[in-house]
């Protein structure tokens, strides 16, 4: 309990979610100053209904990096959901709003959350039952999921969805974005899974420590298909979204989603080796580069700079990351080398045992 | 493994099977040819060799970039995106300047070099920074294309350098009987390359290390390889292979489209995965990528010729990729339960 490396570990994160903190105020500020129509009621409404998804998604691959895992397949799965729901409304030819529509509506939306969070199933088999390793498992995935949803709507987007679906993503409660308080909702549940509960902090065991975790009695495989299960429904939750903020259904919506989602949780400090991830950390991620999306775009920045801040901001977060850490616990170097071998050994470690 | 066979046996069929599923592979494009074949007839002529050819030649040089990061234990996937960026470059560059306008042998010097430059950002982001392989290559192939689109171009260009316009139309056979049906010039070097990357990596100091690093970088640390220049050298080889393919690409298809390419990676990862590389590093071969790659291209060239439509393409190679990884790591498990390696729990989890 004493031992002086475990206290620093334990601060640490919450040194990186200081300066995320930090990072996120001086982007606001700098916005502010840059671009009048930043700090505005309209433009941080807009930010919400953007960051949703994204939010979502993120949390979504930050709880397979819990396990040391990483899942790529969270956009595919979220097309799913979007795709099953947007195929039953359109099916039913229920876009015109009677008196039945809120409920149809509700159990549209149920199913094409169960179709995307029972793909995650696949994923969980993989991974659990034939020992793939999760990075090629969701890659994999990622690709198949996404063909047979190409192949099913043609590549064409799905429309004529009522209202009340609509609503999800344009509507709004006390000036906030429906969307927004989904996120929230969802953070807090995840939240309150990974730190309140028994399975939660099982997560976090397998993700530390793979063999220590076995040796102790868990059972890793049904705390990884739990984690896939997991994602996915996020994932799905977010399918829903994008859906309802498009008007319409694509299996092509989103698929830069995948990186966005990483980016953020390497800006939250997720270890992508499994351990440590903070729900805080990724929703102030998710916020702050919805911000600097935004500002890039109100100072004249197209996408293709925004990608660039992307890549650079990803290795540059890191990077810091690295050495900072290094940094401090220079004095510890050795008897650290040794448990966790971080620069000595990141080829070996990065597909995420 | 329910039944266990004699000794001798094991031995016959594991060298058959190829120590990188060589043979599997082998006998997976056998059944391929004769099941296709049986169904559609016009599968059996030169065009089928020479459609698979032009597909693999470019395929092929890009999976050797991917098989070298691999072995070592690592995965790029920002090498489609060096390979456009350094094909469209110089189409852009040559048109604009005249600069390796007159020569494709310049054009390709040119697009190496550019290859090692982007490669250098991969070498300092995993050799330096230590960045995990997956999240740096992710950030790096970011960067590069939205530079590329940024600031290099966005638009498709029709017209080439005549250097290049001319090795773009220069072929190595021709198949009369069906309509553009010829096998690039190209088909050579890329044999080529193949063969030194399988040398260099049975033969020389540098591959040995690769293999060393991928297995363990700190038993290869101990044994004496200098790892961080061996991993800065990965990189840069990636990065100029990557290049090379790319060029070769751009060449081949005589229409530089920037938004080409990204988004094609796990055709060439798939393919390095079912060649028998594994992805922890320190096992792989040049004759199992190569023969991946082929598969890969075969069976998208057979969907064509059943008349599949090309979304389902995306998904086989995804199931593909699936029966691959799948198929590998149960084997990995039963070595596991026979005592050899105790990896493939940690490896799942």
């Known amino acids: ?353 | 493994m329910s039944t266990v066979p004699s000794a001798a046996r094991r031995l016959r069929i594991s060298r058959l099977r190829g120590s990188n599923n060589e043979g599997v592979l082998v006998v997976a494009i056998a059944v391929l040819a004769t099941v296709v074949g049986l169904v559609s007839p016009s599968f059996w002529s030169v065009a089928t060799l020479l459609n698979v050819g032009t597909n693999s030649l470019e395929n092929a040089v890009f999976a050797m970039a991917v098989l070298i990061v691999m072995v070592s234990g690592g995965i790029d996937v920002s090498f489609m995106a060096i390979g456009i960026f350094a094909g469209y470059s110089v189409i852009v560059l040559g048109n604009a300047t005249g600069i390796a306008a007159d020569s494709a042998w310049l054009g390709f010097m040119i697009a190496i070099a550019i290859g090692l430059a982007l490669g250098l950002l991969n070498a300092f982001a995993i050799a330096v920074l230590r960045l995990p392989t997956l999240i740096a290559t992710l950030g790096t192939q970011t960067i590069i294309r939205g530079v590329m689109l940024a600031f290099i171009g966005r638009k498709v260009i029709p017209d080439y350098p005549p250097g290049l316009e001319s090795l773009s139309t220069t072929y190595l056979f021709t198949d009369y009987a069906a309509i553009a049906t010829r096998l690039n010039v190209m088909i050579v070097p890329s044999i080529v390359i193949c063969i030194v990357v399988s040398l260099m990596l049975r033969y020389t100091l540098v591959g040995r290390g690769i293999f060393a690093i991928g297995g363990d970088a700190e038993s290869a640390r101990r044994a004496g390889f200098p790892v961080t220049r061996l991993r800065v050298l990965i990189y840069l080889m990636a990065g100029a292979l990557a290049a090379t393919a790319g060029m070769m690409h751009v060449t081949q298809v005589r229409l530089a489209n920037p938004y080409e390419l990204v988004g094609g990676e796990l055709d060439v990862i798939a393919a390095v995965v079912l060649g028998g590389a594994s992805i922890f590093g320190g096992k792989g071969s040049v004759s199992g990528t190569v023969l991946g790659v082929v598969l890969i291209a075969l069976i998208n060239y057979s969907l064509i010729l059943l008349g599949v439509p090309g979304a389902w393409q995306r998904a086989a190679v995804g199931a593909l990729l699936l029966i691959g990884v799948s198929a590998q790591a149960l084997s990995a498990a039963g070595r596991h339960r026979r005592g050899t390696i105790v990896q493939a729990e940690e490896a799942a989890a």
């Open chain 1, 1 to 353: 309990m004493t031992d002086p490396s475990a206290v620093i570990q334990r601060l640490l994160p919450e040194r990186s979610l200081l300066r995320l903190a930090a990072f996120a105020i001086v982007v606001l500020v700098v916005f502010s100053l840059m671009s009048k129509p930043f700090f505005t009621v309209i433009n941080f409404q807009s930010m919400g209904f953007q960051v949703a998804e994204v939010g979502l998604l993120s949390l979504a691959v930050m709880l397979t990096m819990l396990t040391g895992g990483i899942d790529l397949s969270i956009v595919s799965i979220a097309s799913v959901a979007a795709l099953v729901t947007a195929q039953l409304f359109a099916a039913t030819g229920a876009a015109e709003t009677t008196a039945m529509t809120p409920v149809l509506t509700a159990v549209f939306i149920l199913v094409g959350m169960l179709a995307g969070t029972l793909t995650g199933l696949v994923n969980g088999l993989l991974i659990t039952r034939l020992r793939v390793t999760p990075i090629l498992a969701t890659l994999g995935t990622m690709q198949l999921i996404n063909g047979l949803m190409v192949a099913w709507t043609n590549g064409r987007a799905i429309y004529g969805m009522p209202d009340v679906f609509l609503a999800i993503g344009t509507g709004t409660v006390l000036l906030a974005p429906i969307a927004i308080v989904v996120l929230m909702a969802a953070a807090l549940l995840t939240a309150a899974f990974m730190n309140r509960t028994g399975t939660g902090l099982r997560l976090k065991l397998v993700g530390a420590n793979p063999t220590a975790a076995r040796y102790s009695g868990l059972d890793n495989g049904r705390v990884l298909m739990l984690t896939y299960l997991a994602s996915a429904f996020l994932a799905s939750l977010a399918g829903i979204i994008i859906a309802s903020r498009a008007a319409s259904a694509s299996a092509d919506y989103g698929t830069s989603y995948v990186l966005v989602a990483i980016v953020i949780c390497m800006l939250a400090g997720v270890n992508p080796n499994g351990g440590y991830a903070t729900v805080t950390g990724v929703v102030i991620a998710a916020f702050t580069l919805q911000m600097v999306a935004s500002g890039l775009n109100q100072i004249g920045w197209n996408t293709f700079h925004y990608q660039i801040v992307q890549g650079v901001l990803l290795i540059a977060v890191i990077g810091l990351n690295t050495f900072s850490e290094q940094g401090l616990l220079s004095g510890l170097l050795g008897r650290l080398r040794r448990r966790r071998p971080v620069g000595t050994r990141p080829a070996k470690a990065e597909p995420g045992p």
